[in-house]
């Protein structure tokens, strides 16, 4: 079985947890394209649901798919976020952010009621970091930005070079938002949550691809079938 029939299997069992009358924040990367597809078939056999999509691209998918699709401004909450990750470690802290939308896929992850990950099982890490961290960045003084960043990575025992991520054309990559993204090389994030707090301290860091305790659970597809986990919740959460 190839990558893509994995993801493709990761996203039908995400949806298995859709109901009638939902309001969904869907995800954006190649898997969760797969979701938004499959949706799309759900929706014309009749589910009604409604989505918020976190990118250009994931919003153009939606109608192509014929998914109903409205705003943060116009709902005040989401039942379920359905999304891909980069990295997934034991305790459900992601990176994200290397379709660069990581901006508006936690948005949408921070208004929803529950996150789900799909994934195939080699995004499944013992300790994030091996994925490059993405650090969206304010165009405007980024010099100071990126010497900045480099203290933070510091105080929160990180190393690790930086590179300003290109388009496909050579051109720097410009996200939805209009900002740029770093991506920090780092090898392994002992700490993620030291680290994102340092990073979002930063003013011109506009987010960045840590999500912690954001994702509730995981469904990864692998060679031995489909895998679903929980995160462990804090005594006395």
């Known amino acids: 079985m190839d990558m893509d029939q994995l993801k493709r299997q990761a996203a039908a069992r995400a949806l298995e947890e859709v109901r009638d009358g939902m309001q969904l924040g869907l995800g954006t990367g190649s898997t969760a394209k797969h979701f938004v597809e499959l949706l799309g078939e759900r929706v014309r056999a009749g589910l009604k649901v409604i989505g918020v999509p976190t990118s250009e691209a994931t919003r153009a998918d939606a109608v192509r798919c014929g998914?109903?699709?409205?705003?943060l401004d116009e709902i005040d909450h989401l039942d379920?976020?359905?999304d891909g990750a980069d990295e997934v470690d034991h305790e459900l802290n992601l990176i994200k952010g290397g379709g660069g939308a990581l901006l508006r896929e936690k948005i949408v992850a921070a208004a929803s009621d529950r996150m789900i990950v799909i994934a195939d099982?080699?995004?499944w890490v013992a300790t994030l970091g091996r994925f490059p961290l993405p650090v969206e960045v304010i165009p405007f003084g980024l010099g100071a930005t990126r010497r900045?960043?480099?203290?933070?990575f510091a105080q929160s025992g990180v190393s690790g070079q930086m590179a300003l991520r290109k388009a496909k054309d050579g051109h720097v990559f410009v996200t939805d938002g209009g900002?740029?993204?770093?991506d920090a090389h780092l090898g392994r994030?002992?700490?993620?949550?030291?680290?994102?707090?340092?990073l979002s301290a930063i003013p011109g860091v506009v987010e960045?691809?840590?999500?912690?305790?954001?994702?509730?659970?995981?469904?990864l597809a692998g060679g031995e079938g489909i895998r679903v986990i929980e995160r462990r919740k804090p005594k006395g959460d």
């Open 80 to 82: 379920i976020t359905v």
């Open 208 to 219: 960045h691809g840590l999500f912690i305790g954001l994702a509730g659970s995981a469904v």
């Open 179 to 182: 900002h740029w993204i770093l």
């Open 148 to 152: 900045a960043i480099e203290k933070a």
């Open 189 to 198: 994030i002992e700490d993620p949550a030291r680290l994102a707090v340092a």
């Open 121 to 123: 099982d080699s995004k």
């Open 67 to 71: 998914v109903p699709l409205t705003t």
